[in-house]
């Protein structure tokens, strides 16, 4: 089930919303299903995903999913944003693109995110991307990631696969804690866009 939750943060409500959803870390799920507006926003020119999050646990190595447009568990024929515990009991934000077969690009955070506390996270990639075009961002600052594979091999459009939040379309690798505000652009944001939505700010057209 997924009970609204108002949303409280130490600086105030920086949320348009005040209202949250809450899973549990095992089965809970949201498919939005798919469509050419939603399509292979990485592509082209590129795109971003912006959302708050509020993690309860490091989930272990169930690798736990904020969104994702994606076949399987590497993001192969579509992309996945999530949290990694590294191995290290410690929640990271890492990105995922796949390509065809291959895993193509992983982006992962350096910064470790706090266990029940609103943060707001942000990827920007296009499918050309060099290390300076694709970034993660932490409440509206870029971080440094680690990019473990380059692309290779043939991109594929990742129409075929429905858009998920808080998990795998079959449930798995479910994300424990809360998430709000998941905002998906067409186009890369810019570093002060992304400090905008941090602040608290309207969303762009998205």
Same mark, same amino acid.
């Given at each position: 089930?997924?009970?609204?939750?108002?949303? @409280?943060?130490?600086?105030?409500? %920086?949320?348009?919303?005040? =209202?949250?959803?809450?899973? $549990?870390? @095992?089965?809970? =799920?949201?498919?939005?299903?798919?469509?050419?507006?939603? $399509?292979?926003?990485?592509?082209?020119?590129?795109? #971003?995903?912006?959302?708050?999050?509020?993690?309860? #646990?490091?989930?272990?190595?169930?690798?736990?999913?904020?969104?994702? +447009?994606?076949?399987?568990?590497?993001?192969?024929?579509?992309?996945?944003? !999530?949290?990694? $515990? /590294? #191995?290290?009991?410690?929640? %990271?934000?890492?990105? +995922? %693109?796949?390509?065809?077969?291959?895993?193509?690009?992983?982006? @992962?955070?350096?910064?470790?995110?706090?266990?029940?506390?609103?943060? !707001?996270?942000?990827?920007?990639?296009?499918? $050309?991307?060099?290390?300076?075009?694709?970034?993660?961002?932490?409440?509206?600052?870029?971080?440094?990631?680690?990019?473990?594979?380059?692309?290779?091999?043939?991109?594929?459009?990742?129409?075929?696969?429905?858009?998920?939040?808080?998990?795998?379309?079959?449930?798995?690798?479910?994300?424990?804690? %809360?998430?709000?505000?998941?905002?998906? =652009?067409? =186009?890369?944001?810019?570093?002060?866009?992304?400090? @905008?939505?941090?602040?608290?700010? /309207?969303?762009?057209? !998205?």
């Amino acid at each position: 089930m997924f009970p609204s939750r108002r949303i @409280t943060t130490m600086g105030g409500d %920086k949320f348009r919303d005040e =209202y949250s959803l809450a899973f $549990d870390g @095992t089965n809970d =799920y949201i498919n939005c299903g798919s469509g050419s507006d939603i $399509d292979d926003i990485f592509d082209g020119d590129g795109g #971003s995903i912006v959302a708050w999050i509020n993690p309860q #646990s490091d989930g272990g190595s169930n690798y736990g999913r904020i969104c994702e +447009k994606a076949s399987d568990t590497d993001g192969t024929g579509g992309w996945t944003l !999530h949290v990694a $515990d /590294e #191995s290290s009991g410690a929640v %990271k934000l890492a990105f +995922k %693109k796949g390509w065809g077969t291959n895993r193509g690009v992983w982006l @992962t955070d350096n910064r470790e995110i706090p266990l029940n506390v609103w943060t !707001h996270v942000a990827v920007r990639y296009d499918q $050309d991307s060099t290390s300076n075009q694709a970034a993660l961002y932490i409440n509206g600052v870029r971080v440094d990631v680690t990019r473990t594979q380059a692309p290779s091999g043939s991109e594929v459009s990742d129409a075929a696969q429905d858009f998920i939040i808080g998990a795998m379309s079959d449930a798995s690798r479910s994300f424990d804690g %809360k998430i709000s505000e998941v905002v998906i =652009y067409n =186009y890369m944001l810019t570093a002060s866009q992304v400090r @905008t939505l941090y602040n608290g700010r /309207e969303p762009y057209n !998205h």
